[in-house]
């Protein structure tokens, strides 16, 4: 099994820093019974597919990057699909072999010797001239769509929540450690996930341990950025200061609309 290392958004490496603050309306804090909805919540985590995809693909429509395919330059290899599976960093490879096992002979079975060859680096040998344009083909199918979201959720998606709801935080929390999954992995690195949430923990409690929500949440994204910042790729902050914060500022703990914001310049909005 292949542990992802740290992950890069696409368009971080394009971003102009220094993106101006979003407002937005003063929401009162959600009730016990609001608060206990789920980043899992169907309509919760349509949100959330949004909100990743808003900052690694510059849309909200994130179903149309099945296909996606390139390589940023980022020291990574091929960054594809929904959630940025990279060849260098083994969740690639993971996504294929599922979807070799689900679908014998696949049009990307082919290229497994490849992509075990490639992990750990940035080279393409073995998988050009061809992949990009089978990847795209193998997109078209709903099993590879499906081995996408399914992969999605085993690495990035399942793991926030779970440990969200066992530090007693809302959707809006839940999301914060989903998208920094997303792009930090979870390895054993000094920035990844775990490693970002221990740092939050030297300076405030989760409410499972008697903390103040609003409160450790603020001190999870001081140590999102530190770890933003750790990497010339992530220097532009923006999805954590003109998104996640605003929610935050705004006491919108559990990711009610209207939302709006801005990741690298560009508005969104969920109505």
Known sequence: MHTPHIRTSR???LAVIGASLVAGPVLATQSASAAAIGLDDPAKKEI???LVSSAENSSLDWKAQYRYIE??????GYTAG?????????????LVE???????GNVLARYLPALRQVDGTDSHQGLDPGFPG????????????????DERDRVYFNPAVRQGKSDG???LGQFTYYDAIVMHGDGGDSTGFSSIRRRALTTARPPAQGGDEVTYLNAFLDARVWAMKQEEAHEDTSRVDT???VFLRNRNLNLNTPLDWKVYGDSFHIG
Do not use: H
């Not at 929904?82 to 993971?94: A, E, K, N, P, V």
């Open 11 to 13: 368009r971080a490496l």
């Open 48 to 50: 959330a597919m949004k």
């Open 71 to 76: 390589d940023i330059g980022d020291g990574r």
């Open 82 to 94: 929904i959630i940025g599976f990279c060849s260098g960093t083994g969740d690639m490879l993971d």
């Open 98 to 104: 599922l979807y070799a096992r689900r679908n014998p």
């Open 134 to 149: 089978d990847w795209a083909r193998a997109a078209q199918d709903p099993a590879f769509q499906q081995a996408q979201n």
């Open 169 to 171: 935080i809302g959707v």
């Open 243 to 245: 998104a996640q914060r």
